[in-house]
């Protein structure tokens, strides 16, 4: 959909980088804002408590959108008509959806080997490596500048990652290996993974969620792998070797312990069964 630029869509980005939100946030609101508008054909400012209600019941149940895209839009709504149009009575009526708790897809390690060694193109490999030895997020290694590698103390800076906060992640001996190919066959000055017409902007995420699925069917995988999945795997297999959860946390830049203890509950390998101990397993002949 081609957003076009209206006043109130004006006030609307002005309030939010008052706020200094990413840009990825920035365009995610106007974008919600723009669909809500354009589904009833009318300006947000003209629309009211059953309009929202009626828009929200389309989206779940016609469109089928998923919690998180959900609540994205329930966001956007709520700063329209809190911070904008200043409606704060009507931004109370308007309520989030109640999340779905699933467990993360997660990659074994010989699924991670598959899956890495699937992958053709110089500059996926190097990506994806980083992406699951660092446990960084898609939009992180998309920005990822030559100056964020510190090879003397093995870690990668990763600059405003959620939340605007610095942190540092994890810098393994094989994906700097592959980094200083990468650097040594592109000669990369600012940006690691620049955009290939225009080299001041990262690469574009869609770009990487793509790499992602072609070395997934590749490499034979049957679940359901997105970039987010080398996250989860990292996290986990940090954990199923001993790490403390905090330690994993802390790398993964979780603001709160809660976030982290999901990778707790996806485990249980280390843990025998009781009836193992009770029936024995068959020997192989």
Not at 202 to 218: D, N
Not at 246 to 275: D, F, K, N, W
Request: aromatic fraction near 8%; charged fraction near 25%.
């Amino acid at each position: 959909m081609v957003i076009t630029t209206t006043p109130l869509r004006e006030r609307m980005r002005q309030a939010l980088r008052i706020r200094n939100v990413s840009p990825r946030t920035e365009y995610i609101y106007i974008h919600m804002v723009a669909s809500f508008a354009a589904h009833f054909r009318r300006s947000p400012d003209r629309l009211g408590r059953p309009h929202i209600e009626q828009y929200l019941l389309f989206i779940r149940d016609v469109k089928k959108v998923s919690y998180c895209w959900y609540n994205q839009c329930v966001c956007a709504l709520r700063f329209l008509y809190l911070h904008v149009l200043d409606r704060p009575k009507l931004v109370q009526r308007i309520p989030y959806g109640h999340r779905e708790r699933h467990l993360p897809v997660v990659l074994s390690i010989d699924e991670i080997v598959a899956f890495l060694a699937a992958i053709r193109f110089l500059r996926d490999r190097v990506m994806l490596t980083v992406l699951y030895s660092a446990g960084i997020r898609l939009g992180e290694v998309c920005r990822l500048r030559v100056e964020d590698i510190d090879s003397s103390r093995m870690l990668l800076w990763i600059r405003q990652g959620k939340g605007h906060k610095d942190r540092f992640a994890p810098l393994s001996p094989v994906a700097l290996d592959l980094l200083r190919e990468w650097w040594l066959a592109t000669h990369p000055k600012g940006l690691l993974f620049p955009n290939k017409n225009d080299a001041s902007r990262p690469l574009s995420p869609a770009t990487v969620q793509r790499a992602v699925k072609v070395a997934a069917r590749e490499a034979g995988l049957t679940k359901r792998v997105s970039p987010h999945t080398l996250r989860h795997s990292f996290a986990t297999h940090l954990v199923e070797q001993g790490s403390p959860v905090h330690a994993v946390g802390v790398m993964l830049g979780h603001a709160h312990g809660r976030t982290t203890e999901i990778y707790t509950h996806v485990t249980p390998a280390q843990v025998r069964s009781p009836l193992d101990q009770i029936l024995p397993p068959k020997k192989k002949e």
